[in-house]
């Protein structure tokens, strides 16, 4: 394939594979650390109004081939709620200065356990205190009420109190295991658009979709990607 990196173009025959595509912009843009958080994406779901809502989130992982993409929340969240309602998601990438922009829509499963413990187990400890912590999306009085639900729930976990949670030793740090609720959601994607930015407003853009059949495994069978050139 041409180096997508390099193109200040899609070439004239569309790539056969636009998440490769992706994937290599989305490392590019991590490796040369083009904003705080290179790897955010806003994930869009839908109600059982039909009304979407948007929120950033990070991905922890783009697997170009067979093609889904992977982020870590509370399932019982607003939007983990909505996705177990309707499991269609659009996401979206910008990265401002490289005049890149990424759209993906698919569908969402919850990742397999064991990759969700592999990856919490990877957190930061206090992340991981975090995740506990929070009842993410639900109602709250005060920040100094949940201060004090993060820190009873840390007691529970066997951590001593502590205004920072940092500032414990990390040999006096209980192991934390990842709360039933926490874990990945898996976006699987069946249509993607790259967009470039042209001069005077005259931008690249390819839409690609392909099937996606699925399958018992908690995955999706998936066909051909085959793209279209749209104006921009
Ligand atoms: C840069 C950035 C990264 C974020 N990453 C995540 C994330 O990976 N997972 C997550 O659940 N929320 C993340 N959030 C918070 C979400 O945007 C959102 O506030 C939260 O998930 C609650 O959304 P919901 O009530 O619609 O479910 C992030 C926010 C920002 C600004």
Same mark, same amino acid.
């Given at each position: 394939m041409s180096d997508p990196c390099s193109a200040k173009r899609l070439p004239t025959?569309? @790539?056969?594979? @636009?998440m490769d595509w992706a994937k290599a912009w989305l490392d590019e843009a991590v490796q040369n650390e =083009?904003?705080?958080? @290179?790897?955010s994406m806003a994930a869009v779901t839908v109600n059982g109004e039909g009304q979407p809502s948007a929120r950033v989130v990070l991905?922890?992982?783009? =697997?170009?081939?067979p093609g889904y993409l992977v982020f870590y929340t509370n399932y019982k969240s607003d939007k983990a709620r909505q996705i177990a309602g309707n499991n269609k998601v659009a996401l979206l990438f910008h990265w401002d200065s490289f005049g890149r922009q990424v759209r993906i829509e698919g569908q969402a499963v919850l990742s397999p356990d064991d990759e969700s413990d592999t990856y919490f187990a990877s957190r930061d400890w206090g992340s991981q205190i975090g995740a506990w912590g929070s009842d993410q999306s639900s109602p709250l009085e005060s920040r100094s009420a949940l201060i004090a639900q993060v820190g009873r729930r840390a007691m529970k976990l066997g951590v001593g109190a502590a !205004?920072?949670? !940092?500032?414990?030793a990390v040999s006096e740090r209980p192991v934390i295991s990842r709360p039933p609720h926490w874990g990945g959601i898996r976006v699987w994607a069946n249509r993607i658009e790259l967009w470039i930015e042209g001069s005077d407003r005259i931008h690249d853009r390819a839409r690609w979709t392909r099937s996606l059949e699925a399958n018992e495994d908690n995955a999706f069978d998936v066909g051909e990607w085959t793209g279209i050139r749209l104006q921009p």
């Open positions: 025959v569309l @790539p056969s594979n @636009p =083009v904003q705080r958080n @290179p790897n991905c922890k992982e783009f =697997v170009a081939d !205004k920072n949670f !940092k500032a414990i």
